[in-house]
Structures are given as C-alpha cells and as structure tokens.
C-alpha cells in the first residue's frame, strides 16, 4: 500500500457531505500502489508522474474520475461521460459508502487497467478544435470584427472550444447570439469563458 501525502490530508479532513465517502476511495486507490498528490485542489494519483485517477465531489454524488477512461474496456458499465464533449476522461459515481465497496473489486481492476494503459503509451487521437462545429452567430461576429476574429484564434484551443461548446449549448439563435455578445468583451482581452 502507498502511503498518505499530508499535503492532500486537508482534503480528506475537512467536513463534507463525502467525508467517509473519499476516505474509503482513498483507501482502495493507495491499495493499488499509486502515489498520492494534489492537483486542482482534489487528491490525484499518479504512477510515474503520470495521472491516473481522481477523487471529485459534486452536490448528488461523489466521483474518481479515470483521466485515460475512454480506453478501458468497462466490462461492467460503470464509466460515465460527464458530457458529449469530453475526450478521454470517465467518472464512476458514488452516492455511499456501500456504493463503493459494492464496486470495491472491480474499481480495482479498472485502476490495475488504466495503470497498464498509461504504462503502454496508450492515447486516442483527440479532436481539435476545428473538428467542433462553430456556431453560426460566433463566426458571423468573428467574420464582422476582425479584431474579435484574432484575438479568438490567438486563445488556447481549450479556450476557443470552451466558447465553442457554450455558444452552441443554446437551443435558440437569440441565445447564442446574447452569449456571443456577452463575451466579446472578454475574448477581446484575451481570456477564456471561466478566467
């Protein structure tokens, strides 16, 4: 078994609704041999400092989040995709304790899998942002304002597709339209949806 990292201890120590929840994932994780650390304010666990799993909390559930998940094989159809747009990353959700230990063998199995696919080198080629379809009312915008048109293409590609995906999240053509007007202003200035 791995031991604790006491920089991540603050995590596991404060009072949550998940508290028992994470420490039991704590547990099971570090059985698997992986080292502890803290990374986006959550507990991640790395092999060879390359990260393998991570233990997340939300309002409804509690989740370990597989970073290489799309290539395990999920024999038993626990990994979930949080949304259409994420790439490789998969959750498995816990609401109790009893939960996890329910899965305890197989979150084993997985974690021994996803260790081997790091391992391996394992990838899948990613889509690029230009592989997501631009919203009509963002390309009109860029098409009008050139300097808009720049400053969008001088952003990360993980910026440009977090507006990318938030603009075409709207059903209607005024929506995207007001979500594009909103933040012209910030991609002006150089700064993604959530800076």
Request: aromatic residues 10%; contains cysteine; charged residues 30%.
């Amino acid at each position: 078994m791995s031991t604790t990292n006491p920089k991540v201890d603050w995590f596991f120590n404060k009072d949550t609704k998940w508290k028992a929840e994470y420490e039991k994932l704590r547990i099971l994780i570090l059985g698997c041999g992986l080292t502890e650390d803290l990374k986006w304010g959550c507990p991640c666990y790395t092999t060879n400092n390359k990260n393998i799993i991570l233990i997340h909390g939300f309002k409804d559930y509690c989740a370990v989040l597989f970073f290489k998940g799309a290539l395990l094989k999920d024999e038993s159809g626990i990994l979930i995709q949080q949304t259409p747009n994420v790439q490789l990353p998969r959750q498995v959700r816990f609401k109790s304790v009893k939960d996890i230990t329910k899965l305890q063998k197989v979150l084993k199995a997985y974690i021994k899998e996803a260790i081997e696919v790091e391992k391996a080198g394992k990838t899948i080629e990613l889509k690029t942002t230009a592989d997501y379809g631009m919203p009509e009312e963002l390309q009109n915008k860029l098409d009008e304002m050139p300097d808009l048109k720049k400053a969008f293409y001088a952003l990360t590609p993980g910026r440009q597709r977090g507006y990318i995906f938030f603009i075409s999240q709207a059903k209607q053509a005024a929506t995207r339209t007001a979500r594009v007007e909103k933040f012209t202003p910030q991609i002006l200035m150089g700064k993604g949806i959530d800076d």
